[in-house]
């Protein structure tokens, strides 16, 4: 495995994303990601232990995501 990549299967097709930033808010894990050449499209996910990765599906902890990866953005 790349560093800095993981693959995620969706409908039985295996997907290399990149990493581009993890964080910690509210007692989650996340990971934003997105797929090579569409840096533009970044999918956050929350991760547990165990390594499995879920979508974010709440409407306001997708907004404060959101603002995370902004300030991020900003600082970068």
Sequence with gaps: M???T???TDNGKE???KIYMTFEMN???YVV???EGKEDE???LIYDDEGNLYPVEDEEEMN?????VSAYEEEE
Excluded: A, C, D, W
């Design 64 to 68: 404060l995501v959101s603002e995370v």
């Design 15 to 17: 997907i290399e994303m």
């Design 42 to 44: 970044l999918y956050p």
């Design 2 to 4: 790349k560093e800095n």
């Design 27 to 29: 007692e989650k894990n």
């Design 6 to 8: 993981i693959y995620i």
């Design 33 to 35: 990601v997105y797929e």
